[in-house]
């Protein structure tokens, strides 16, 4: 930053649909130097809250939001300059300053999220970036694309790939098979009806195992493995949350269930619960899902070990939440040699959405993508 640069602050877009967010917290106070990386604000949206970090290094000079406010995308929050930059010049930027326009409309939601035939499946998916490398995210149990809220804008110079999992989300609800390897050659099919010839995977649980799977059965397809809270390093898995989320029927029941996923349960929020029964709703959900938990998780324990099995051939980062309640982080110690693995404090089974700016480093840094 040089002497005369004045930084703004601004409200984050996180996910396709988010269009303003909720300033609830200020973590740092006016005259503190802040680094790269580090947490300035806490900012919740209808589907979650989470901290904004700074993308740049400075000395906050200036609040413009203050707790409470409700403010649009790109709106801005706070100002860093340095000492240098009188308070004149910082009261002339915050006036002047005018909200972005963005590339979005009330359609964009729709108009983002793709559609592709795969197996006689029709899939919904998400593509973005024309890079050279492909990234594709791979979501666990009863999620979808949208799990990678925090994630899929972390590779600029990248082709960013996410799709619906057969029965999850917005794809058709039917099942091609339930075994892992069915899974794997699935994501294997989907790669190829997009022309993928190979990618790194990034996975998350039931996700991990897949891309684990696949990274076994179709090796050349994969670049490297990037596993987060994955399934297919052990044995244990927490039935209290996989049953758990088949059977609740109601906001009551799913609430105690989705609070598993998190080390802060205030993360819970009353949508993202809505959204789930929305989901579970769908004609169909409730069966499939349980043909998963009968196939891949009966009596608590995973019937498949693929990523025990990896060699090492693929290079390969394990990240776990260490309260992780529904796949114990002591699962990364059957890692093969030569594996990264990195434990997250403050952060349970989705530490891609607790933790976000540290996984999406940690992935930066895996793929290539710095």
């Known amino acids: 930053m040089s002497e005369t640069t004045i930084t703004p602050v601004v409200m984050p877009k996180w996910g396709l649909s988010m269009r303003e967010g909720t300033v609830n917290e200020w973590l740092v106070e006016v005259g ?22 700074a993308t740049d290094a400075g000395i906050l000079r200036r609040k413009v939001a203050e707790e409470g406010d409700v403010l ?20 002339a930027f915050i006036a002047d300053w005018v909200v972005p326009a963005t590339d979005d409309d009330e359609d964009e939601q729709v108009s983002s999220d793709r559609y592709i035939v795969v197996n006689g499946l029709r899939v919904r998916y998400i593509r973005q970036g024309d890079g050279d490398d492909t990234v594709l995210f791979i979501h666990g149990f009863g999620g979808d694309l949208n799990n990678w809220l925090f ?29 892992l390897s069915d899974l794997a050659a699935f994501v294997a099919d989907f790669m190829q009806a997009l022309d993928l010839p190979a990618a790194h ?25 990037s596993l987060i809270g994955s399934g297919g390093f052990g044995e244990e898995v927490n039935e209290a949350y996989t049953q758990g989320f088949i059977d609740a029927q109601s906001r009551r029941d799913l609430k105690p269930v989705v609070e598993l996923l998190f080390a802060d349960t205030e ?5 993202m619960l809505d959204d789930l029964l929305k989901y579970k709703r769908l004609d169909g959900v409730s069966d499939c899902l349980q043909q998963l938990q009968d196939s891949l998780f009966s009596g608590g324990k995973q019937s498949s070990q693929p990523g025990q099995q990896l060699n090492g051939s693929v290079p390969l ?14 699962h990364a110690d059957n890692a093969p040699a030569g594996s990264r693995v990195e434990r997250i404090s403050g952060a349970g089974h989705m530490p891609q959405m607790e933790k976000a700016a540290e996984v999406n480093r940690l992935l930066q840094q895996h793929t290539g993508s710095e």
């Open 32 to 53: 503190d130097e802040i680094v790269t990386g580090m947490p300035i604000l806490n900012v919740e949206t209808d589907k979650i809250a989470n901290a904004v970090e």
């Open 72 to 91: 649009p995308v790109k709106a801005l929050l706070g100002v860093m300059a340095p000492e240098a930059v009188s308070d004149a010049q910082i009261d």
């Open 151 to 179: 994630n899929l804008d972390a590779f600029p110079e990248s082709t960013v790939v996410a799709l619906d999992l057969p029965a999850h989300g917005q794809t058709e609800t039917r099942l091609t098979g339930s075994s």
């Open 201 to 225: 995977l990034v996975g998350h649980s039931l996700g991990g195992a897949i891309a684990a799977q696949l990274a076994l059965d179709a090796p050349q397809r994969v670049r490297s493995l």
């Open 267 to 271: 993360l819970v929020s009353r949508q």
């Open 317 to 330: 980062l394990l990240i776990w939440g260490e309260d992780d309640a529904i796949i114990p982080a002591h």
